[in-house]
């Protein structure tokens, strides 16, 4: 079985900070800059070793900055300029750095397949997926994390989870399909008034042409997606990839054979959950019962 399972230095879907201890969350500019290092590195012919001599750093350490593990420090970059010529460009690019905040590590490659997706295909019994939530819900999420989440953390969350909300408007194109458990919505996440920007929001993100939402009965006792929730994804090339998320890891899958399974489950699902018509139906009547 193909797969990739980065258990390394997130906090869940979307999350915010890393734990104690960890480094820095991993970014495409931290990843261009550590490229940038170790190029200017071999061509002023110095292995690892002897660079880290120089710039008085452990190998260990420049070994992190050239993979983009590892934020660079302002004595590193000044060090490591020297070190390669002074030509210019170690100090030019550092100030460009980001960490990325709000997206978990393991979630990552996950959310760049996203946005070159043309189906997207999501089953939830735990929350709200995030591309859904208005913001009140999602801050209730952040607000109730453990470990908590500092004011900072909970603003990062945010901002990414609302930078990828625009998928759904901006890729057109994409069929994006969710099917909810109706436990979510039962729930009252927030409470009343949260509840009802919640199931406006669905019902308004159901209207898109692109956009199907269906609704899992709490009627129907049992159905294809007990193992828990899933995402499918097709890429235009074509490919299908599938993620699946824990408390603490997610795991990326590749392997045809096992998105196979994945597939046939969902479109069970799809045929045991309420139409299109009657999901949004049930959604405006708890809406009107709040």
């Keep these: 079985m193909a797969y ?15 734990p104690v201890g960890a480094e820095p969350e991993a970014s495409d500019s931290l990843r261009t800059f550590g490229a940038v290092v ?3 590195r071999e061509h002023a012919g110095l292995s690892r070793e002897e660079f880290a001599e120089r710039v008085r750093f452990s190998k260990h350490t420049v070994a992190s900055i050239e993979q983009g593990r590892r934020m660079p420090d302002e004595d590193f970059v000044e060090r490591a300029e020297e070190a390669t010529g002074n030509v210019g460009a170690i100090r030019k690019a550092a100030p460009h750095l980001s960490r990325q905040p709000g997206l978990a590590s393991w979630f990552r490659r996950w959310a760049r397949l996203e946005l070159e997706a043309v189906t997207l295909y999501t089953y939830e019994c735990r929350m709200v997926p995030g591309l859904l939530q208005p913001e009140s819900y999602a801050r209730t999420l952040f607000t109730d994390q ?16 609302a ?5 759904l408007w901006e890729r057109p194109n994409t069929t994006f399909g969710f099917l909810l458990e109706e436990q979510l919505f039962r729930r009252g996440t927030g409470g009343a008034e949260v509840t009802r920007t919640l199931i406006d929001r669905v019902l308004e993100i159901a209207e898109l042409r692109n956009v199907e939402v269906q609704v899992m009965p709490l009627a129907r006792s049992s159905h294809a997606g007990l193992d828990g929730p899933m995402q499918l994804l097709e890429t235009r090339y ?53």
């Design 4 to 18: 990739e399972n980065t258990d390394d230095d997130g906090t869940g879907e979307e999350a915010g900070g890393s």
């Design 38 to 40: 170790q190029a200017l």
């Design 146 to 161: 453990l470990p908590p989440l500092s004011d900072a953390q909970v603003e990062a969350q945010w901002t990414a989870r």
């Design 163 to 167: 930078k990828r909300q625009r998928l």
């Design 238 to 290: 074509p490919r299908w990839f599938a993620y699946c998320e824990g408390q603490r890891s997610g795991v990326l899958l590749s392997d045809p054979r096992e998105i196979s399974v994945l597939q046939r489950r969902y479109a069970r699902m799809r045929a045991q959950a309420l139409s299109l018509e009657d999901s949004v139906g049930l959604l405006r009547e708890m809406r009107g019962a709040l």
